[in-house]
């Protein structure tokens, strides 16, 4: 053996010092730190609002919602406000930013693209079309609460489905080239919302009526039925993801390295993007399409923890319910300066649009791309 | 297999296989690889273009081998074939099964590949990557990695000679420093046989000089190394046995020395080649 001669220190391309990673923190605390973050912020947010409770009461209340307290501990405006009317919404405020962040987490991964969302790829609006469906076709009063996310599940694969076919037929093997991706996304919205035109123009007033209800809701008057609905899914499609994450990392290496690390590229890209769907559909189908979430949270942890999938789904899922939490809570109280409510989508694409539009022009550059 | 396709001179060129016995002159041990009649076609009815047809190879523990050739003739889709990431014809064994009969996974912990180039589109770092060469031992959840991945992991990086750069990012790493880790996360895969397509084209002499000599350890350790080799006389000086690829099959096999002749040579590059002893005793080539 010869002897090692000094090296010199490791230099990016431009030659610069590579840049330092940032810090790999343990699933664990992420879930711990975030599950903390998330109740805090729930508990402060049910207690906003017109009639003010405090913090201490609304926990009394939860814990009598939990039958740990008798009903006499709190008061029972206290406990109307908190059980009945606060904390469904703050729930399903948590509930679906974390299903759209962790969808939006696995579109990312699975396309290669951090341009990636339910909302950019067409799939929310394809799971609006199938809620439009259910109303119009009477299905929804047939099968109850369960019929908006049964066929807003079927509008979402068939935009997944599109993309995908799209990528395969441009050469992109189920991959996303960032136009490719964008402009088959931009394709499918456009021919969903058509669809949705035509249907809500051949729909009588009172379907009319409901639709419009439900894509301007946003998180408006959602009582625990929704929350009901759209948990368990969300809860589903989180645990396979969580469990395929590994497999999502190595597939990010290419699908011949995937192979050849035992992966499956193929059908670990398809059943989570049956898992990815699965979560938005549920989301779309109880609070209408909201937009970016599933954009914006996964791209700045990755840039906060690192692009490793498990703990980007995990702490995912606390941010993206928070994010959306504090948007839908910026929406009540400017409703009670101004009278009239907005929906929490509104906030969410103010914030997420322009931060759209700076990711695409710094991918442009051929920097941001890469995060 | 129409004859036009090898042209004329094939007769001259010997086939030269190996006495399959290790350096001590023990009996070796059974094929770890064993490829014959292997082919690839890109291409439907008249358009078809035969990429690779009949190719062989053996190969054993303690060997290694490199495979030669001009651009184009095939090397990296028969390394691709014989790794399972191409569909084709032949009879691929590894390991004495029939690498049909093998899952994905079973697979992946008798072969590792190591690729040309590998684009990584997010910032993990290079420790993450390596790991990733873990995943065939991961069983389901386990999040944590135990003791033994970590270990194996940390002796992929030193041996590959990442240790430097393993904390950073790979999107910020120089095309020679990525191909080290991937050559570390080929290493952690801790497989039998290892298939590498180039594995020293992006680096600088010094680590192209420590990189085969890692490579010529591992076989002397027992592994079976197999690698896609543009330089002729890091593989006359480093590989145990020296196949040569010309227009999709392997034309001869045999000890680098042989192989490696001003006719097989001028045959299968093209070049008019003049061989020598260098200074240093090592077989050499000029082109005058």
Redesign the interface.
């Known amino acids: ?2 002897e090692r ?1 000094p ?1 010199p ?5 431009s030659g610069r010092p ?4 940032p810090r ?1 923190v ?2 664990a605390v992420l879930a711990a730190v975030g599950g903390a973050a998330a109740f805090a912020a729930a508990v402060l947010a049910t207690g906003l609002g017109t009639v003010t409770v405090a913090p201490l009461e609304v926990l009394k209340a939860i814990l009598v919602g939990l039958g740990l307290l008798p009903s006499s501990a709190v008061s029972a405006t206290d406990l109307a406000i908190v059980l009945g009317i606060r904390l469904p919404r703050v729930a399903m405020a948590l509930v679906a930013g974390a299903g759209l962040a962790v969808s939006g987490t696995v579109l990312q991964g699975v396309f ?3 341009l990636a969302d339910p909302g950019v790829l067409g799939v929310a609006t394809g799971a609006g079309l199938g809620a439009l469906l259910a109303m119009i076709t009477g299905a929804s009063r047939v099968l109850g609460m369960l019929a908006l996310p049964a066929f807003a599940f079927v509008g979402a694969l068939l935009a997944v489905g599109a993309i995908l076919g799209v990528s395969f037929a441009a050469g992109g093997q189920g991959r996303g080239e960032t136009v490719t991706l964008i402009l088959s996304g931009m394709a499918a919205s456009a021919i969903f919302g058509a669809l949705i035109s035509l249907a809500v123009t051949l729909s009588n007033q009172y379907q009319v009526t409901s639709y419009v209800f439900w894509t301007m809701g946003g998180l408006a008057n959602r009582r625990w039925e929704h929350v009901l609905v759209a948990l368990p899914v969300v809860a589903i499609a989180t645990v396979y993801i969580l ?1 395929r994450a ?1 497999d999502l ?2 597939l ?3 699908d ?2 995937a ?6 590229p193929v059908s670990t890209r398809v059943s989570l993007l049956v898992a990815a769907a699965l979560a938005t559909a549920a989301v779309v189908a109880m609070i209408g399409p909201i937009g970016f979430v599933g954009l914006i949270v996964p791209h700045i942890l ?1 840039l906060l923890i ?3 999938h ?1 703990p980007l789904a995990v702490a995912g899922l606390f941010a993206g319910g928070v994010f959306l939490l504090v948007c839908d809570l910026a929406v009540r109280v400017a409703a009670r300066t101004s009278g009239g409510e907005i929906s929490a989508g509104v906030v969410t694409a103010l914030i997420g649009g322009p931060y759209f539009l700076f990711l695409l022009v710094r991918s442009g550059k051929g920097r941001g ?3 | 297999m129409s004859d036009d396709r090898r042209g004329p001179g094939l007769e001259a060129v010997p086939f030269h296989r190996p006495e399959p016995e290790d350096a001590s002159g023990r009996p070796a041990a059974p094929a770890l690889l064993d490829a014959r009649g292997v082919g690839f076609s890109v291409g439907r009815g008249a358009d078809v273009l035969r990429i690779l047809h009949d190719a062989r190879l053996t190969a054993r523990g303690h060997e290694f081998v490199g495979v030669l050739g001009p651009n184009g003739s095939g090397k990296t889709t028969f390394l ?1 074939r014989i ?3 191409l569909p084709g014809e032949g009879e691929i064994r590894l390991d004495g099964r029939d690498a049909r009969s093998l899952s ?2 079973e ?3 008798l ?3 190591l ?1 040309q180039d ?8 290079g420790r ?2 390596v790991s ?2 873990r ?2 031992f ?1 069983n ?2 386990s ?2 990695e135990g003791e033994a991945d970590r270990k194996a992991v940390q002796r992929a990086i030193q041996d590959a000679g990442c240790d ?2 393993a ?3 790979v ?5 020679g ?1 990525r191909q080290r880790v991937m050559l570390a996360r080929v290493l952690a ?1 801790d497989t039998p046989i290892l298939l590498l397509d180039e594995p020293t084209a992006n680096l600088d002499v ?1 680590h192209a ?1 420590e990189t085969f ?1 890692l490579l010529r350890r591992l076989a002397s350790r027992g592994r079976c190394v197999v690698a896609v080799l543009h330089d002729l006389r890091a593989a006359a000086k480093h590989c145990t046995r020296v196949s040569l690829m010309h227009r999709g099959t392997i034309v001869a096999d045999g000890d680098p020395e042989d192989v490696l002749h001003e006719g097989h040579v001028a045959f299968v590059y093209g070049v008019a080649a003049r061989t020598f002893r260098n200074p240093a005793g090592e077989w050499d080539y000029y082109l005058p």
């Open positions: 053996m010869r001669r090296r220190a490791p230099a990016g391309p590579a840049p330092t990673a790999r343990p699933v290669r693209n951090p469990v590994r990392d190595i990010l290496l290419g011949e390295q192979r050849s690390l035992g992966v499956h990755r690192g692009p490793a498990r791309a890469f995060l | 691709k790794a399972g990431l994905v996974r697979r992946s912990r072969v590792a590949f690729h590998t684009q990584v589109p997010f910032s993990f770092t993450e990557v990733m060469g995943h065939p991961a389901g959840l999040a944590a430097e750069f904390d950073k990012p999107t910020a790493l120089s095309a420093e895969q010094l000089e000599e």
